[in-house]
T-cell receptor, first 113, second 113 residues
Framework: IAGITQAPTSQILAAGRRMTLRCTQD?????MYWYRQDLGLGLRLIHY???????GKGEVPDGYSVSRANTDDFPLTLASAVPSQTSVYFC????????????FGNGTRLTVT | AQSVSQHNHHVILSEAASLELGCNYS??????LFWYVQYPGQHLQLLLK??????LVKGIKGFEAEFIKSKFSFNLRKPSVQWSDTAEYFC???????????FGTGTRLKVLA
């Protein structure tokens, strides 16, 4: 079934540890995104990628990095996790064309202690 | 910077009541507009979208939204809600020519059976 796969589903992480959230899509979408969802704040864009080999910063990029080595994968790395990064993280992708909406993965619930 | 405002943070309705959720955005140019729904424990799913043409758009599950350019609004409506509509609803805007989608903070709808 075509879609976006995120892993892990949930994770508890000690502060200061490094963590990579994985995102893979099989729809051959060029554009991919990482959002964090926090109560009362909605979804905020962390980083995005228009196409393989390029990335850009969103609204809240500090403390996060991404890479886009190929079309399918768009991992999000927390180099040294802090408690304020406790959140639900959603990966999304979009087909080319102005009329294309975002497609979302099932999310990763991350707790930093 | 562009922003999206959803003024109703929590809404409680009885079944069969009518629903209207407000969404206003701040951008004077061409926009693409979306409503997404997130059922408890699930990822965001597209309800409907507006790109051009008829300002009244119909989506899935009996939802519709009206784009009023002069008011910078894209309110979501449903004539008669059901218990299964209990979810969080997000309005999103993409300004033409960009890859960024800006989301509102969401409205939590609870429908009482």
């Amino acid at each position: 079934i075509a879609g976006i796969t995120q892993a892990p589903t949930s994770q508890i992480l000690a502060a200061g540890r490094r963590m990579t959230l994985r995102c893979t899509q099989d729809m051959r979408h060029n554009a991919m995104y990482w959002y964090r969802q926090d109560l009362g704040l909605g979804l905020r864009l962390i980083h995005y990628s228009n196409t393989a080999g390029t990335t850009g910063k969103g609204e809240v990029p500090d403390g996060y990095s991404v890479s886009r080595a190929n079309t399918d994968d768009f991992p999000l790395t927390l180099a040294s996790a802090v408690p304020s990064q406790t959140s639900v993280y959603f990966c999304a992708s979009r087909a080319d064309g102005n009329n294309s909406p975002l497609h979302f993965g099932n999310g990763t619930r991350l707790t930093v202690t | 910077a562009q922003s999206v405002s959803q003024h109703n943070h929590h809404v409680i309705l009885s079944e069969a009541a009518s629903l209207e959720l407000g969404c206003n955005y701040s951008y004077g140019g061409t926009v693409n507009l979306f409503w997404y729904v997130q059922y408890p424990g699930q990822h965001l799913q597209l309800l409907l979208k507006y790109f051009s043409g008829d300002p009244l758009v119909k989506g899935i599950k009996g939802f519709e939204a009206e784009f009023i350019k002069s008011k910078f609004s894209f309110n979501l409506r449903k004539p008669s809600v059901q218990w299964s509509d209990t979810a969080e609803y997000f309005c999103a805007v993409r300004t033409s020519g960009t890859y960024k989608y800006i989301f509102g903070t969401g409205t939590r709808l609870k429908v009482l059976a």
